[in-house]
T-cell receptor, first 114, second 117 residues
Framework: AQTVTQSQPEMSVQEAETVTLSCTYD???????LFWYKQPPSRQMILVIR??????QNATENRFSVNFQKAAKSFSLKISDSQLGDAAMYFC???????????FGSGTKLNVKP | NAGVMQNPRHLVRRRGQEARLRCSPM?????VYWYRQLPEEGLKFMVY????????ESGMPKERFSAEFPKEGPSILRIQQVVRGDSAAYFC???????????????FGPGTRLTVT
């Protein structure tokens, strides 16, 4: 079974600074999808960004970007110009191309200091 | 287009009672997934359903848990004879029909927080 590891239980960043959240995964598949979800205190899961494994170009969504290293099975999330509203739990997730269930990491709690 | 709806948002049950959690997928979505989130943990897959079919229930406990997605109405996750260890947040997600293994993400509901006393 695929596993997703987030080795940073908690991180802090100063407002307007940049922070990088780490994620590694283990799979024998060559085609899959990776996601970052944000979970604020409301507990609603919000999609932040996604990456198709067959695409070499790293995905970007406004202040959020990823560093996808397929050979290293690494998928980190960079948040630029951090804002107070970015404070939340962040979960990395893996989805096989042919199977619909997601595998989630244990999450990283991001604190943003004013 | 309304998002994924779950009710109730909070549910309190005594040990031994039954819990029924409901999920209405987004309009046009025919795939439903249930996940469980224990405190301080990530979401764990439980079951994947299409209308009237269970596609993958590899994450469901063997006893007391069942799920359905009838032709009409919401998907139901049913927990019989609840125990304290069942206390968790239960999330439902939905996705549209897949075409060629498309990259559709799953859209999550707000979750149901179950507390067993």
């Amino acid at each position: 079974a695929q596993t997703v590891t987030q080795s940073q239980p908690e991180m802090s960043v100063q407002e307007a600074e940049t922070v990088t959240l780490s994620c590694t995964y283990d799979t024998s598949e060559s085609d899959y999808y990776l996601f970052w979800y944000k979970q604020p205190p409301s507990r609603q899961m919000i999609l932040v960004i996604r990456q198709e494994a067959y695409k070499q170009q790293n995905a970007t969504e406004n202040r959020f970007s990823v560093n996808f290293q397929k050979a290293a099975k690494s998928f980190s999330l960079k948040i630029s110009d951090s804002q107070l509203g970015d404070a939340a739990m962040y979960f990395c997730a893996y989805r096989s191309r042919n199977f619909n269930k997601f595998y989630f990491g244990s999450g990283t709690k991001l604190n943003v200091k004013p | 287009n309304a998002g994924v709806m779950q009710n109730p948002r909070h549910l309190v049950r005594r040990r031994g009672q039954e819990a029924r959690l409901r999920c209405s997928p987004m309009k046009g979505h025919s795939h439903v997934y249930w996940y469980r989130q224990l405190p301080e943990e990530g979401l764990k897959f439980m079951v994947y359903l299409q209308k009237e079919n269970i596609i993958d229930e590899s994450g469901m406990p063997k006893e007391r848990f069942s799920a359905e997605f009838p032709k009409e109405g919401p998907s139901i996750l049913r927990i019989q004879q609840v125990v304290r260890g069942d206390s968790a947040a239960y999330f439902c997600a939905s996705s549209p029909p897949l075409a060629g293994g498309g990259s559709y993400e799953q859209y999550f509901g707000p979750g149901t927080r179950l507390t067993v006393t």
